[in-house]
Every structure is written in structure tokens, then in C-alpha cells.
């Protein structure tokens, strides 16, 4: 492949909703590290992608679209996600977990409570972005705790046994 053709390849937009997650989380992790509204993140991020920051893969208007609705979302759950989290996560206090992770699982969490993509395509983005950005053991930890959610949200969502109804 000629150089020409590769930086065409490598300047055509991402229409992927993995690379949206990666982008929504690159401003979730950056809005909490800095104590900043996410919107304003989210703007300064698009405008540096636009540019051709090189930091993330230019999206697609549908993945763009797609990024801002997962941040927009997070915003408005926070505190139901985070409620969330508490309850899944046995032995951790935020303060002991790794940033990184935190932000990766607010994202997923907030995918598998409030929208209706299924829960294993979102387990699976959100272990990959854990890999690539977080810790040793940051998949297995994510993995872990976003299985757990998933089992559990399934078990309640089960209806219950009719009790008029014989065995």
C-alpha cells in the first residue's frame, strides 16, 4: 500500500459503536480526573478529533452521535449508575478502584440499564477498552463485575413462579 492510500485509510471515519465508547470514555475518564462538565469535554474532544488529534480515530457522524448520547446519558444517571455500582461491587470503595476501571464500567453500566442494546456486546467493548487503557487485571475486574450486573438484572427481570400454578 503507497503512503497516500494508507493515510487516506488511516483519516477515514470510524462508524463503529466500539470506537464511540472508546471516545465517550476518553471524556468520561478526563471530566472526572479534571473536575469538569463532561459537555465541555465532550465539545473540546470533538473539536481536537475534527483537527486530527491524533489521540482518537475520527468518528462518523452516527458514531459521534452515538458518543454523545452515551455521555449526555451518563450525566443525567450518574447517580443511579453509581448507585448501581455500589450494590454490584462487593469489597471496593471507588476510592480503591483504579479510575480507569470506574469510568469503563459508568459506561457500560449506564448501556445495560438504560438502553436496549443486549448486555454481551457491551460487556465485551467495555473488557477491550479496560484491556487497552487499564491495569493487569482491569478486563478481569470489568468482566467480572459487568457479568455479575448482567446475571442479576436477568434473575429480576425473570418473571416469578405463578404460585397457583402445580409443579
Known sequence: ????????????????????????????????????????????????????????PPLSEDALSFAQELVQGIGRARPDIDATLRRTIRGWSFDQMAQTDLNILRLAVYEMTSTTEPHPPVIESAVRIARKFGGDDSGRFVNGVLAGLSRSMKS??????????PE
Open 1 to 56: 500500500m503507497t503512503r497516500r492510500r494508507e493515510k487516506a485509510a488511516a483519516a477515514a471515519p470510524v462508524g463503529t459503536r466500539r470506537a464511540a465508547r472508546e471516545f465517550a470514555f476518553r471524556v468520561l475518564f478526563e471530566a472526572d480526573r479534571g473536575d469538569l462538565p463532561l459537555q465541555s469535554v465532550f465539545n473540546r474532544a470533538e473539536a481536537a478529533m475534527r483537527a486530527g488529534d491524533d489521540t482518537s
Open 156 to 165: 429480576a427481570a425473570a418473571p416469578a413462579p405463578d404460585p397457583e400454578t
